[in-house]
């Protein structure tokens, strides 16, 4: 007993494990790896993505695989703690050797693990709506930027809706504080005057939204049509519908259009309080098209759950893996330089009938869809953009960043190119 | 020196030679070529450097709560100040390598609109200044919380609960964005340390051989104090607080001596931690974080310091280990093994060593 | 959206002209419904108006369907349909000719899209019907529904109808109304007069056109007048927001006492750091949740039965532990941290592998929603006024059990002093069960109020574990009275801070006072007097 725990501690075991794993590397498959949390405050969120992945794999697989290779998951559990994502990707990349990896939700796991890929010269798609001013090498955006998801939200409401007065609330962290900043310059660009803009921070898993709901009742209540563009975060909201349910205000009288509820989200809802109010997303799950039907199937045979929704960072997921596979076809070859190289312009059907196009800086176009709650948890679609929004990564409205660019193809190969300096700063290599 | 503070303490003898041999082992075997059986990967050896720090921040919480009494729900703080403290030393030295390639702001202050630097991030540029706030501002607020709750008698779960609720509403503060700490990205995208790259394998090895040298030093100042007379009454006042209180010691200074002293090593491992990992975000404020380390100590086994640094190395590499292996039942595993611990392990894997008797209270 | 129906407009009629129209089995109706289901959203605005002038014998019935969904249309025969949930299928009848049409798949009855606009037209055009209803409540609700949006013509609609009208509340409704319109009247003394009418109203619109006047308004005379009613309506808003906000004060405390009552029993008289405290009020949370899966079809009563069903759940895993784990550990209180702690995590992930790691819905009875219009700018909402109302239940009920029964007695004589009551032949390992269980049991009915406020997840627990210890340390470890009046007063304090401070700082400061606080009163506001205060 002794001499075994002896031989256990410190740096003997770590040891062994690094060894260990190091032979067990070598069979003949291409692996991809996924990196989201399974445990942990994001678990939530997640693991549907880590499901997702799993599904997208093993239906290449059924069609032979890639370069003549299987593929094969390789999942690791960050466990929803930031500086975990970093170790994570690197144990990916490093020792289980992915050729590319699929993951992170919150911007700060991105962060934490982008200096990572930079680093390692590796691929990741990640695949959740954010908040921009960011465009790397080496990952792929395949979610929403602030132009791909807010600003075509508050055009209709402007314009089909009559909007006057705006509610900007959000959870207090870089995404809503980034949006809400777009935003306002946009609304203000709009001749929106100040006091008709209200601008409301909440901690996050905010859950008393007692008195935050009834200013906004007073703030809706000035005689100007007022709508709430909601950048509140995931588990913040149920407590925030309830209480706009609680007080009586409706749909129709000030409608709420979030950037962060999707059907998984409404799945944890009671919605016949909500119905009528929006969100703004490139995709819903009852968007009526053939690639959606087929994918809803085989997701839901997948999960062998009939009750199972789809939602917008799947969509993401399905985007970025099909563009990759693409990629890695047109290349020949899964090494990541080549991929970089080759992916940028391939174009792959997403799940709203059309094709979505990965753009030089890293982002993909979509189209922008408004949708309002159903009670059944649905979104039915009321307002679609006429073409393909292409996702850009530095905000116009923003003073630091409107006049930065980002093109990663020869000769520029710049994630932010500042087009007055003529100077590309910010690169890790 | 060194041999008399460590008279009698086999198992810290054991520990600082197996931490010797890895100091010297790993590097070695980091450069034998990557086909070799035996090559250590820059990979493990940042996951040990990381494990190294933890194993500080435990020393650090073992001290006060196996010598002490203290049961500290807190120290993670300590640690993300000392760590806050050193990442804004590396964001300054970012300097215009920033993605808006301003000279002096932060990525993240230039897109909120941010015109100059608060004057707390001034002196930050300097290395020496740096280091000093690392140490200085962990202990300066345990020096003010303890002058307050040492004074009027705060003890027992009164003050585990209270050292929770100030790690809770430090995490609070550093989530809001005014702060100018980050908010919830906290400082990342790190570049360089000394001059040093911090993605290059030599800045890493030598990361890692500072946070051993440092928790090295840091177990030996521990014994030290603990063999010290200070340390003699710090075991009293464990043992009995009233009794110690009128034979005439002024429990209150010893206290906030030695509470002080063990958040200025948590402060310090934080800042070794902090380059490492090249992240460091309010989530490390998590009263969560802070009972993980109390169970790394408990697991150990308390008041032999040398079974803090067993059990922090032990769980984290379980966890490391469990996360990969079995991502979905993972923490089944972890929370069965605390129970397990607690339960048929009362002393901790140290305790499974030493005859000698005490070390409980 | 246009385009895309254009093109399924052509693509239908090249190929059969006669399936893509919508069938009712009435030539007049038939492009109205047709341009209900297919149309541009301005289209069905039109059909709708349209449709009131169809001689459709219950037009509020077919509007009622198209707003929830009731009414659709069956994809393959083109019928337009009733339709009513039957498992996983829809039991079709014909909106027309009442036949029986038989079940089909979800995915093969089609609803009529509509937007807000469409439903707000919808309302309108239902209390435009109601305003000759026969019942009060529903002619009133009309009347409100008008004045929300006021407009000058309504004047003279209202006063043409306040003579018939035989109701009290309704003419009085009617009265603001037209003093409401009269605002906007081009006659000074007209306008004078609407003033002082409308002076004792603190409607929205009211408001909002004083204001207006107060600034814009020709006459002086009359902008002064205005200017005083104003001045004289803030300082009663006001009045009322204090009201307002000490409601929303006691609610927050009674969320909090609600989480940490058990706490009170499990840490503060058995003095076990129960980190799965937070998972307890999970469990009683999920509770709810499986009931209402069990009785979908009356909410209110699965949420009434899933309190004793909460109590009994948590109480059991509670004595599980207690039984399993926690009586190994009396005597080093700070162990049972670790042990519970990691008992939390394994009960947290056994939630998420058994039912699912993402939240899941639980829905409020009719009874819970909606709220107390006590005037125009304060209104209490029902399910703050139950949630206030039930703490102070399970806070009775609990005090009745540790004062009154014999459980209780052995309760207070084990934890004041357990060598002496086991002395007197109290089987203190039997009390200790039951104590531990009655504190979990207490916390799951806590789950069963939270699971209507908030989340429910696997991370419910722990956005309540901080926040519950901090209650009971506050009130005093040990003491029920000290939890509800240390819950209360936070709450409260919490709420009046908000609007100066936001959200997030006054949370801190409610900390950073408690930090305080206790070195002030290092045993809490009411400290536990006598030997059982030691240690």
């Known amino acids: 007993m002794k001499r075994t725990l002896l031989n256990a501690s410190v740096g003997a075991a770590l040891l062994a494990g690094t060894m260990f794993s190091a032979i067990a590397s070598a069979a003949d498959t291409i692996k991809v790896g996924v990196l989201h949390s399974l445990s942990g405050t994001m678990a939530i969120s997640e693991t549907t ?96 930027a602030p132009n791909q998801q807010a600003i075509p939200a508050v055009d209709y409401l402007m314009n089909e809706i009559g909007v006057k007065r705006w509610v900007l609330a959000g959870t207090d962290y870089v995404y809503p504080r980034t949006t809400n900043k777009i935003l306002e310059a946009y609304l203000k660009a709009k001749g929106v005057a100040e006091k008709d803009i209200m601008i409301n921070y909440t901690p996050f898993g905010h859950s008393d939204w007692q008195s935050i709901v009834s200013d906004i009742k007073k703030f809706g209540s000035a005689g100007k049509k007022t709508a709430v563009v909601s950048t509140i975060n995931g588990d913040a909201n149920v407590p925030f519908y309830k209480e706009l349910g609680n007080q009586g205000i409706s749909a129709q009288d000030i409608p709420v259009v979030a950037f962060s509820v999707g059907e998984e989200e409404l799945s944890g809802i009671d919605t016949k309080p909500l119905v009528g109010h929006l969100a703004a997303w490139n995709y819903f799950m009852s968007v009526d098209a053939q690639e959606n039907d087929a994918f809803i199937e085989a997701w839901q045979k997948f999960i062998k759950s009939e009750d199972r929704v789809t939602n917008d960072p799947m969509e993401a997921h399905y985007i970025g893996f099909n563009m990759w596979v693409e990629a890695v076809k047109k290349a020949g070859t899964t090494d990541p330089a080549a991929v970089q190289e080759a992916i940028v312009g391939v174009a792959v059907p997403n799940l709203t009938g059309g094709l979505s196009a990965m753009m030089p800086n890293h982002h993909v176009t979509k189209p922008v869809l408004i949708g309002e709650i159903q009670d059944d948890g649905q979104f039915d679609v009321v307002w679609k953009t006429s073409g393909l929004v292409a996702g850009d990564a530095w905000s116009d409205y923003l003073e630091g960043s409107k006049d930065i660019i980002s093109d990663w193809r020869a000769p520029l190969s710049c994630g932010n190119y500042n087009v007055k300096t003529a100077n590309c700063s910010g690169q890790n290599f | 020196m060194i041999l008399r503070i460590l008279k009698n303490d086999i198992g810290g003898k054991v520990f600082l030679l197996v931490l010797l041999t890895t100091l010297i082992a790993v590097p070695v075997l980091n450069q034998l070529p990557a086909e070799h059986t035996f090559h250590i990967s820059i990979y493990t050896v940042t996951l040990l450097g990381k494990y190294l720090t933890y194993a500080l921040l435990a020393v650090a919480v073992d001290l006060v709560w196996g010598y002490l009494g203290i049961l500290s729900l807190g120290h993670a703080a300590f640690f993300a100040l000392g760590g806050y403290a050193m990442g804004m030393y590396l964001m300054r030295q970012i300097g215009e390598r920033g993605v808006y390639g301003h000279p002096e702001l932060p990525d993240f202050m230039v897109f909120l609109d941010w015109q100059e630097l608060p004057w707390f991030w001034s002196g930050f540029d300097n290395f ?121 010691y002024k429990v209150e200074y010893v206290k906030l001596a030695i509470f002080t002293f063990s958040a200025m090593l948590a402060g310090l491992a934080g800042a070794l931690y902090v380059p490492q990992v090249c992240i460091i975000n309010p989530g490390e404020f998590q009263p969560l974080n802070s009972i993980e380390v109390v169970v790394w100590v408990a697991m150990g086994g308390r008041a032999t310091l040398y ?7 032990g769980v984290n590499y379980a966890k490391t280990w469990f996360t990969a292996a079995f991502p979905e039942i993972w923490l089944f595993a972890l929370g069965g093994l605390f129970v397990v611990v607690t339960l048929l392990m009362p002393r901790g894997i140290a305790g499974l060593f030493s005859r000698k008797k005490g070390g409980e209270s | 959206m246009l385009i895309r129906s254009l093109i399924i407009l052509l693509l239908l009629m090249t190929t059969s002209a006669q399936a893509a129209k919508v069938e009712t089995g009435n030539d007049a109706y038939n492009p109205i419904f047709e341009a209900l289901y297919t149309g541009s959203f301005t289209e069905k605005e039109q059909a709708l108006k349209d449709l009131m002038q169809t001689d459709i014998e219950d037009k509020k019935k077919f509007l009622n369907g198209i707003v929830n969904k009731t009414l659709m249309v069956h994809k393959k025969s083109k019928k337009v349909v009733w339709v009513e949930k039957q498992g996983s299928k829809f039991k079709m009848t014909d909106a027309f000719s009442g036949e029986d049409l038989g079940l089909d798949k979800k995915r093969k009855v089609k609803k009529f899209a509509i937007n807000n606009k469409m439903r707000s037209q919808v309302s309108a055009l239902i209390s435009t019907m109601d305003l000759d209803s026969d019942d009060a409540e529903k002619r009133l609700a009309a009347i409100n529904s008008m004045l929300a949006n006021p407009a000058p013509e309504y004047a003279g609609f209202l006063k043409q109808r306040l003579d018939k009208e035989s109701n009290n509340k309704v003419k009085q409704a009617m009265q603001l109304g037209i003093a409401l319109a009269d605002l906007g009247h081009e006659d000074t003394e007209v306008r004078l007069a609407a003033i002082d009418n409308v002076a004792d109203s603190l409607a929205p619109a009211v408001r909002s056109a004083l204001a207006n006047m107060a600034e814009n308004d020709t006459d002086k005379q009359v902008r002064e007048a205005a200017q005083k009613v104003v001045l004289e309506q803030e300082e009663q808003v006001r009045f009322f927001g204090y009201i307002e906000t000490l409601f929303f004060g006691l609610s927050l405390g009674s969320v909090l006492v609600l989480a940490a009552i058990g706490l009170a029993i499990t840490f503060g008289v058995m003095g076990v750091i129960n980190m799965a405290h937070g998972e307890l009020i999970m469990l009683g949370a999920y509770t709810t949740y499986l009931m209402q899966q069990a009785m979908p079809d009356s909410v209110g009563l699965a949420l009434v039965l899933s309190i004793p069903a909460a109590f009994i759940v948590s109480g059991v895993v509670g004595i599980g532990i207690e039984r399993s784990v926690i009586r190994f550990l009396y005597g080093r209180p700070l162990e049972t941290l670790l042990a519970t702690f990691g008992i939390s995590l394994i009960l947290q992930q056994m939630v998420r592998t058994v039912i699912s790691p993402q939240n899941v819905p639980v829905s409020n009875p009719e009874w819970m929603s909606g709220f107390i219009q006590i005037n125009s700018v304060l209104s209490i909402t029902y399910n703050r006024m139950y949630i206030i109302l039930f703490c102070l239940a399970v806070f009775a009920l609990l005090f009745f059990i540790l004062k009154k029964t014999r459980l209780g007695l052995e309760v207070r004589a084990v934890s004041q002093n357990r060598a002496m009551a086991r002395a007197m032949g109290i089987r203190s390992s039997r009390v200790d069960a039951m104590t531990f269980g009655l504190g979990s049991g207490i916390a799951g009915v806590a789950g069963v109020a939270l699971s209507q406020l908030t989340n429910v997840g696997p991370n419910l627990g722990q956005a309540y574990i901080v926040d519950s210890f901090m209650v009971v340390v506050f009130g005093g470890v040990g003491n029920l009275w000290g939890t509800l009046i240390g819950g209360m007063s936070l709450g409260v304090v919490n709420k009046f801070m908000e609007p100066w401070t936001g959200a997030v700082l006054a949370k801190i400061l409610v900390l950073v006072f408690i930090i305080l606080f206790i070195q002030k009163r290092p045993r809490g506001l009411f400290p536990q007097k006598g030997r059982a205060a030691e240690g």
């Open chain 1, 49 to 144: 993505l880590k499901d997702t992945m799993l599904m997208l794999i093993e239906e290449q697989n059924k069609k032979g695989g890639l370069l003549g290779k299987k593929l094969e998951p390789v999942v690791v559990d960050p466990a929803s703690n930031w500086p975990l994502f970093a170790e994570k990707a690197r144990e990916l990349i490093e020792k289980n050797k992915v050729d590319a990896v699929f993951g992170c939700w919150t911007s700060v796991s991105r962060k934490s693990v982008l200096p990572v890929f930079e680093e390692l010269n590796s691929l990741l798609f990640y695949p959740v709506q954010y908040e921009g001013e960011e465009s790397s090498k080496n990952v792929f955006y395949t979610g929403a």
């Open chain 2, 128 to 248: 020496g200044f740096a280091m000093l706030m690392v140490l200085v501002v962990p202990g300066l607020l345990a020096f003010v919380f303890g002058w307050f709750a040492f004074r009027s008698r705060v003890t027992g779960v009164y003050l585990s609960i209270i050292t929770q609720a100030l790690t809770y509403a430090l995490m609070l503060a550093f989530f809001r964005n005014e702060m100018g700490f980050g908010g919830n990205n906290g400082l990342t995208d790190f570049k360089d340390i000394l001059g040093f790259s911090l993605q290059a394998d030599s800045t890493r090895l030598a990361l890692f051989v500072a946070s051993g040298v440092a928790l090295a030093l840091g177990y030996l100042s521990c014994r030290a104090l603990v063999k010290s007379r200070l340390g003699k009454v710090a075991v009293a006042i464990r043992d009995a607080e009233d009794r110690t209180r009128f034979i005439g």
């Open chain 2, 307 to 313: 079974g803090a640094v067993i059990g922090a190395l």
